[in-house]
């Protein structure tokens, strides 16, 4: 059977429920990129993860959705390390929208979002009405109410990119890994995006995506986790750890900050 999740308890006391990183440390071949990464990621928080190419954003997602092994620690969920836990009951949880997607089948709009609620349907049972009606729902979240039917070949890139948002939404975990969830998008629907996972996350789900954009995450992100590429990490609110003088180092390159209509703007000088 399934592990339970839904009551994290350990030798009679209660723990605190979520995603968790225990002095986890990421590689990539013989280069360490992040050393004994330690941090939990709460309900009701978007978390976002900036850091150069290279720097290990995509491999730190990978490695606290149970993809890959980290190199040292352990990934925790409700207290339990992820390799303890069945995958099943695991994408009842836990959701993860890769950076890029790649299907080899053809299907319609619709057909590719109900892949999404297979974590909760039994072996072998078909999807319900109540299962379309909330894929048809997603998919008007994401502004596609119109291409439910549309075969998945005939979509642009952007409009694939909100399907497979689609998907993750009617796949209803409670911690939503995000992997460059604005590639392809349009400036509209990046903050459409982004704005279905801020209001998400003020509902009490948990939010960990990784971005390009530092003005984004100054948006919409309660906190930052800054990769650097050789080990280091930082973390902080966003008011405090998003700064011109962090961002400059991050990215070895001058940045500045600008105020726009009471918004943080963040460019290259």
């Known amino acids: 059977m399934d592990a339970p999740l839904d009551a994290p308890v350990r030798d009679g006391k209660r723990i605190a429920p979520g995603l968790a990183a225990r002095a986890v440390s990421v590689g990539a071949g013989a280069r360490e990129l992040v050393r004994e990464l330690s941090i939990g990621f709460a309900p009701g928080e978007l978390l976002t993860i900036l850091g150069r190419n290279g720097s290990g954003k995509t491999l730190t997602l990978h490695t606290l959705a149970g993809l890959r092994a980290p190199a040292g620690g352990e990934v925790q969920l409700d207290g339990r390390p992820l390799a303890q836990l069945k995958r099943r009951a695991l994408a009842r949880r836990l959701g ?6 790649e299907d080899g089948f053809v ?3 619709l057909e590719t979002v ?12 078909w999807e319900t009405a109540a299962d379309e009606r909330l894929a048809l729902d997603a998919l008007a979240a994401v502004d596609l109410r119109g291409c439910a039917a549309r075969r998945t070949d ?3 890139g952007g409009e694939q990119r909100r399907v497979a948002v689609a998907a993750l939404l009617a796949q209803q975990p409670d911690i939503f890994l995000l ?3 604005t590639n392809h998008l349009d400036p509209h629907h990046q903050l459409v995006v982004l704005g279905l996972f801020r209001e998400l996350a003020r509902a009490g789900r948990t939010v960990v995506t990784t971005l390009h954009d530092p003005t984004l995450a100054a ?14 990490w930082s973390t902080g ?7 011109a003088a962090a961002l400059s180092e991050l990215y070895h390159a001058p940045i500045i900050e600008l105020t726009q209509d009471g918004r943080r703007v963040f460019v290259s000088a």
């Open 107 to 109: 299907t319609t709009a």
């Open 219 to 232: 948006r919409f992100a309660d906190r930052v986790l800054l990769l650097y590429g050789d080990g280091r």
């Open 114 to 125: 109900l892949i999404g609620r297979h974590p909760h349907l039994a072996l072998w049972q």
């Open 96 to 101: 993860l929208l890769p950076q890029d997607l």
């Open 179 to 181: 992997d460059e969830p």
């Open 154 to 156: 005939t979509l642009s």
């Open 237 to 243: 609110p966003v008011s405090s750890a998003l700064t």
